[in-house]
Structure formats: structure tokens, C-alpha cells
């Protein structure tokens, strides 16, 4: 199957530091990425939808200035959380889809766990 | 709002027994749905999948089944095993085609 890289798998940052994390398409190209975010003993919750070469699509909740994505290549997008604080401490969760297969399963990658200090 | 959900948060079995992981959807116009299992932490790995034309899909030791009629899906694992020990998660594609939305997750344990 296809692979998604995610990288780091694991940060710990200060309080009020930005931290910036990797998915990349390592064998096929994704022109829509998304993030997830999990907080213990829950499921993922879609962050937002990252697109190719324009802006990303946030759900309903999700600071857009606080969680910045940037897709500029058909194999990577980042996110970074900006001001990062405590309570942002989460497993952040990418996917990405093949470009032209509608309705297919989505490739995730292996998790960040960031921790906030 | 679209939502899918679980029956059971938990569910233990017997090594070698079947196991059976339900979760309600809400959204009739899903098409698409996937069951993925989660190890402590890792991403969600792909287990099956199958569309809404069909009713039934078989693969290694799973099937799914899915009653649209009362928007249910159910994931079987026949001979469970210590290695299905995980949290199992059901999701739709929804917006598109695209964008894959999460159950709330059921843990399994396999008793030795």
C-alpha cells in the first residue's frame, strides 16, 4: 500500500514556541492531505483539509491562526501549531488520499505525539 | 451534524473466539466506509472496507457487513487473536469522496 511519512513522531516544546510537523506522500501523489487530532482515549477529529497549492480547509472549531497548514507540493504538507500551549498536547495524525481515486482508503501516517511544557 | 458512532467502547473475548465490533452511522448518503485498527501509538491502520452497493465483505479472518436500512455497520474477526488486541474504529468518506470522518472506537482485548 502507499506510505505516509510523518515526522517528528514525537516533540516536546515550551509554552509559546511553534512547533512545525511533516506528512509527505513518500510513493504517490496526494493533492489533499488532512489532519487529525487525538486526545487520549478518543478518536480522531478532523482538523482541517489541506489542499495543493491553495488554502487549507478548517473544521468547525479549529483556529486557523493557531494551526497553520501549508500544502505546497503534491507530496508534503505541514502543520504548525503556533503559540503552542499546554493544552494543545495531542497526537497529531496526517492522511492523505490518491489524487485521482475517488472513495478509496485513506493512507495515514505514524502519529506526533506533541507535548507541550 | 454527520456523525458515526459505536455501540460499545469495550470488548473483550477469548483468544480464538470470534469478535464482533458494531457501530451506528448517521449520514444516508455515505457511500464509502472503512474499518481501521489503532495500536497505542501509531496511526490507523487499514483493515477493510466496502461501498454501499454491497451489503458483505470478506478478507483475511474479517468481514463487514453493512445494513443501510438501519445505518449499521459491524466488523467480524473470526479466531481472534493477541495480536487483535487494538481500539477499532469505523469511518465514512464524506465531503466528496475525500475527507474521512472517525467513529468513537471500540478497544478490544484478547484474553489469552
Known amino acids: 500500500g502507499a506510505v505516509v511519512s510523518q515526522h517528528p513522531s514525537r516533540v516536546i516544546c515550551k509554552s509559546g514556541t511553534s512547533v512545525k510537523i511533516e506528512c509527505r506522500s513518500l510513493?504517490?501523489?496526494?493533492?489533499?492531505m488532512f489532519w487529525y487530532r487525538q486526545f487520549p482515549k478518543q478518536s480522531l477529529m478532523l482538523m482541517a483539509t489541506?489542499?495543493?497549492?491553495?488554502?487549507?480547509?478548517?473544521e468547525q472549531g479549529v483556529e486557523k491562526d493557531k494551526f497553520l497548514i501549508n500544502h505546497a507540493s503534491l507530496t508534503l504538507s505541514t502543520l504548525t501549531v503556533t503559540s503552542a500551549h499546554p493544552e494543545d498536547s495531542s497526537f497529531y495524525i496526517c492522511s492523505a488520499s490518491i489524487a485521482y481515486l475517488l472513495n478509496t482508503e485513506a493512507f495515514f501516517g505514524q502519529g506526533t505525539r506533541l507535548t507541550v511544557v | 451534524g454527520e456523525s458515526v458512532g459505536l455501540h460499545l467502547p469495550t470488548l473483550s473475548v477469548q483468544e480464538g473466539d470470534n469478535s464482533i465490533i458494531n457501530c451506528a452511522y448517521s449520514?444516508?448518503?455515505?457511500?464509502?466506509f472503512i474499518w481501521y485498527k489503532q495500536e497505542s501509538g501509531k496511526g490507523p491502520q487499514f483493515i477493510i472496507d466496502i461501498r454501499s452497493n454491497m451489503d458483505k465483505r470478506q478478507g483475511q479472518r474479517v468481514t463487514v457487513l453493512l445494513n443501510k436500512t438501519v445505518k449499521h455497520l459491524s466488523l467480524q474477526i473470526a479466531a481472534t487473536q493477541p495480536g487483535d488486541s487494538a481500539v477499532y474504529f469505523c469511518?465514512?468518506?464524506?465531503?466528496?469522496?475525500?475527507?474521512?470522518?472517525f467513529g468513537a472506537g471500540t478497544r478490544l482485548f484478547v484474553k489469552a
Open positions: 489541506s489542499n495543493e497549492g491553495s488554502k487549507a480547509t478548517y
Open positions: 469511518a465514512e468518506n464524506g465531503g466528496g469522496g475525500f475527507k474521512t470522518i
Open positions: 510513493d504517490f501523489q496526494a493533492t489533499t
Open positions: 449520514n444516508s448518503a455515505s457511500d464509502y
